[in-house]
């Protein structure tokens, strides 16, 4: 099933799934963001009935769709794990993630948590490992801080732009559709009306009441 992600700079949830079941979130995003998803999973111990840590070798398949359903990510991680990509166009991805439970006979019957965290725009960045692979001041650091929150800020405002031309397209078409339905309603009506009399008078001619 699907879960909307409003568009939001971190998004962070929790969920469950069983053996071949799939889970996607669509997330909205600007063009040309960075996104980051961090996930851990945990397996279902059924003796101590709690959640413990999965088994190393079963992993987590995403598959990330842009909003032209053309696939930017597929590829399979491990039980732990972190996936990148990069939107190019504006509007609702696809996140889907479903695991590779079917190999693993000790995961049969059970069920999943997966903890997700995705993290959208400059707040995917790791400001203290670009400091340090840059050599930055803390000065410098914070500027370009700003620099990037700035640009995230005009791809925000970008995207709501495109959103409302959208809406107003969609819009202005609805009303076009409508109007050209009720002329053509009209016509039908007026149409009718004209073969109703012509038939009366016919029918009236016929009986030779007039």
Known sequence: WFLLLLC?????LYFHIGETEKKCFIEEIPDETMIIGNYRTQLYDKQRQEYLPAMQGLGMFVEVKDPDDKVILSRQYGSEGRFTFTSHTPGEH????????SKFSLFAGG???VHLDIQVGEHANNYAEIAAKDKLTELQLRVRQLVE?????QKE??????REERFRQTSE???QRVL???IVQTLILVAIGIWQMRHLKSFFEAKKLV
Not at 149 to 153: C, P, R
Not at 157 to 162: S, T
């Open 94 to 101: 696809q996140i889907c993630l479903h695991s590779n439970s």
């Open 180 to 182: 050209w339905w009720s």
């Open 8 to 12: 939001g700079v971190v998004s962070s």
């Open 111 to 113: 069920m999943l948590r």
């Open 157 to 162: 405002q970008n995207y709501q732009r495109y």
């Open 173 to 175: 078409s609805t009303n």
């Open 149 to 153: 929150q700035v640009d995230q800020i």
